[in-house]
C-alpha cells in the first residue's frame, strides 16, 4: 500500500509540473503574440500618420503654389500689358497703313522710281546684302536715328547667317533675288524660281511680309512685272544712283548722293561696299543739314506716294533723275 501511494503521488506530482511548463509555455507564446499584434497596430498608426502627414504637406504646397503664382500674375502682367502690347498695337498700325499703300501702286503694275515729292522725306535702298559691312551700315543708321531699305539676295543671307534679322531693326527687307542674274536671260521657271525662292527665304528670316521687289541690272520685261505683280510685290527701282556699283569712291558717291537728295527720292546704294560705308556720314549730315528724314520705302509711299502721272512718267516724273550705272 506505502508504494502504491508513493507511486501515485509520483505520477500527480509529474502532471501537476508537466501542467504547469504548458501552461507557462502558452502564456508565452500568448505574451508573444500580443506583442506583434501591438507592434503591428503601432506600425499601422506611424504608416497612417505618415501618410496623412505626407498629403497635407502635398496640399499645402498646392496652395502655396497657387498664391505664389497669383502674386507673381498681378505683379507681372500690368508691365507687360502696358509696356509690349501698347507699342505693338501702334507698330502694327503703322505697318498696316504702308503695307497698304506698297499694294495701292503694286496693283498698277508699274515700277516705282520715287515718292510724291510733297514732303521732306527720302528713300535710302541698299542692295546686294548682307554682307561684310551689313554691320557698320547698321550701327551707323541706328546712331542717326535712320531707316533705310534692304534688298537681299538669297545666297547672300546663306553666306552670312543673322545678319538679315539685324536689318530689320533699322529697316525693311526686299527681294533682289537668290543669285542675282540677269533675269531676261533666264527661262521662265528659273526666273519664277529667283524671285519666288528669295522670297520665301526673306520673309522665313526676318518674319516680316516681304512687298518690294528690285530686279538685279534693272532686268525687267513683261513677264517678269507680271510674275512681280502676282507674288504681290512692286517692282522698286530709283531716281538717284550712288555709282558706288561702277567703283566710285567714298567722295564720289558722296557727291552723287547729294546732287539727288530731294524730297521723295529714292537712293541706289550697295551695303557689301567700304566705300560706301565710308561715304555715309557726309550723306548723314547734308540729310540733318537739309532737314530731310530718311524712311523706308512703305514709309515713304504711305506719307508721300507718287500720282499716277508722275508713276507713268517713270524716272522723269521724279524732279531729278542721276543715273550712273545699271543697278548691279
Known sequence: ?????????????????????????EDRAARLRARRAARARALRRRRILALAAFV??????????????????V????????????????????????????ERLAAYGLPLFCGGRSKRMVALTFDDG?????????????KHHLRATFFLVGKQIRAFPGLAG???RVGVAGDHTMTHP??????????????????????????????????????????????????????????????DSLGANYARIERNVLAGLHPGSIILMHENRGQTIRALLTVFAALARDRLRAVTVPELLAEDPPSLVQLRAGGRGCGVWLQAGNGA
Open 75 to 102: 505683379r507681372a502682367t500690368p508691365p507687360s500689358v502696358t509696356v509690349a502690347l501698347g507699342p505693338a498695337v501702334a507698330r502694327n498700325s503703322r505697318t498696316e497703313a504702308q503695307l497698304a499703300a506698297v
Open 166 to 168: 539685324l536689318e530689320k
Open 1 to 25: 500500500m506505502c508504494a502504491a501511494d508513493e507511486s501515485g503521488r509520483h505520477h500527480a506530482s509529474l502532471n501537476s509540473s508537466e501542467h504547469a511548463t504548458m501552461s507557462s509555455v
Open 182 to 243: 540677269f533675269l531676261p536671260a533666264l527661262s521662265h521657271a528659273e526666273m519664277v524660281q529667283e524671285i519666288a525662292g528669295a522670297k520665301a527665304l526673306i520673309e522665313h528670316v526676318v518674319a516680316q511680309p516681304v512687298v518690294l521687289f528690285r530686279p538685279p541690272y534693272e532686268g525687267l520685261t513683261p513677264a517678269i512685272e507680271r510674275e512681280v505683280k502676282a507674288l504681290g510685290m512692286l517692282v522698286v527701282l530709283w531716281n538717284v544712283d550712288s555709282g
Open 130 to 142: 548682307p554682307g561684310p559691312y551689313t554691320r557698320l551700315a547698321i550701327a551707323k543708321l541706328r
Open 56 to 73: 497635407a504637406a502635398l496640399g499645402l504646397a498646392a496652395l502655396l503654389g497657387i498664391v505664389v503664382s497669383r502674386r507673381t500674375a
